[in-house]
């Protein structure tokens, strides 16, 4: 059984920084592309960063980059995020997640994912 652990969510002020983790079980956990996502109230899901499989690439939404970082340990199991700059309009609940198959899409779209985390809530407050 697949489970996906998300931590690091809390409250800063507007220009902070936060590192979320994300660990993972039940699966062969390098073998699949993962990726972080939030949503904000009474919207959809939607993806901000995915990570290959071995770390070496990764892709990020224009509203997080430069600011945000993903980044993955394969020996721990875990995936992070390091966010910088926070801004107001990033409150949300984060998800991290596992791609449907190893070695699956490169995508965004959480359909594509099978495997969540029950998320982490980041609050910044201006």
């Known amino acids: 059984q697949v489970q996906m652990v998300e931590s690091g969510g809390a409250s800063v002020q507007a220009g902070g920084s936060l590192r979320l983790s994300c660990t993972a079980s039940?699966?062969?956990?390098?073998?699949?592309?993962l990726g972080w996502f939030r949503q904000f109230p009474e919207k959809e899901r939607e993806g901000i960063s995915i990570?290959?499989?071995?770390?070496?690439?990764?892709y990020y939404v224009d509203s997080v980059k430069g600011r945000f970082t993903i980044y993955r340990d394969n020996g721990k199991n875990t995936l992070y995020l390091q966010m910088n700059n926070l801004k107001p309009e990033d409150t949300a609940m984060y998800y991290c997640?596992?791609?449907?198959?190893?070695?699956?899409?490169?995508?965004?779209?959480?359909?594509?994912?099978?495997?969540w985390g029950q998320g982490t809530q980041v609050t910044v407050a201006s």
């Open positions: 039940g699966l062969t956990f390098a073998a699949y592309p």
């Open positions: 997640a596992a791609s449907r198959r190893a070695f699956g899409m490169w995508s965004l779209l959480p359909q594509d994912y099978g495997y």
């Open positions: 990570i290959s499989g071995s770390g070496g690439s990764t």
